[in-house]
Structure formats: structure tokens, C-alpha cells
């Protein structure tokens, strides 16, 4: 049995960015929450969440919840290769952080960008990522309200 041609559409769309979403996890001290199982007795997670990358650079467009109050981050790409990461900006009260990892170009494979001023109330919205792994999950919404604010 085939797909339906949304249903198709959907997994095309999942399939062009799973190699975009990357997995974030925040570290801190380790503090009183040490156990001889952590591989660094230094740092052990706080938080974990999924990121996009923006650019080749390595910018890299995260929730501010994720590391808040981190002391450091580590992010995976869709590759598996893991890379420290440095905070370049956030605004709290959006959820929105930005980090910069320095990995090789090659690695790297930009979301694709749309045009967020050209949605109606009503249209299907896609999140794609998860907490636990990047890429792994897709979800749909439709949109229920629509803004002219800018703010990145």
C-alpha cells in the first residue's frame, strides 16, 4: 500500500530535514549530583533538547530552556559527531538561544528557511526533532494565530 500524496509530502519534508536537526544537551558542574558512572566527573547533563542548524557557519537555533544555566553545551549532528558548543546570543522571554559549534562546512546542512509572513491561520505548521535524539519525531499543527513581529 502506498502513501496518500500528503501523507507523502509529509515524509518528504521529515526526510529533507532530519540531516538539519541536531540533539542539544547542557552540561553543569557536577556538584553534589556526582556518580561514579559519569564518564566526566566534572560536567554531567542538565538538560537536553533538538536544535537547527542555521547556517554553515555553525549557528545552530535552540530553545533558551534547553541551556539555561548551563555551564557548557555539546551538540550532535544527524552525522553523530558531537561538538562543544558556545552561546552567541538568546532571548528569554521567546525561548530562543542561539549557539555556534566550529565544525567542518561539509558537515553542516542548513534547514531551509521559509517565510513565515505568508502563513494563515488555519494553514499546517511542522515540528521536527525531539529531546532525546535529533530528528526522531514529527509533528503537525495548524496555525493558529499569525504575527508581523520580527524578531531574529
Known sequence: MGLYTDEAYVVSL???CKPSVVHVASLGDAGSSYSPLQLDPERVPMGM???ILWDREGHIVTNYHVIQNARAAQVTLANNCKYE?????YEGD???AVLKIDAPAEELVPI???VSNRLVVGQRVFAIGGW???AKRCGASACAACST???M
Open 14 to 16: 521529515f526526510q529533507r
Open 49 to 51: 533538547g533538538s536544535g
Open 85 to 89: 558548543a558556545t552561546l552567541r546570543g
Open 94 to 96: 521567546k525561548d530562543l
Open 112 to 114: 531551509e528557511v521559509g
Open 132 to 134: 532525546a535524539r535529533p
Open 149 to 151: 513581529e520580527t524578531w
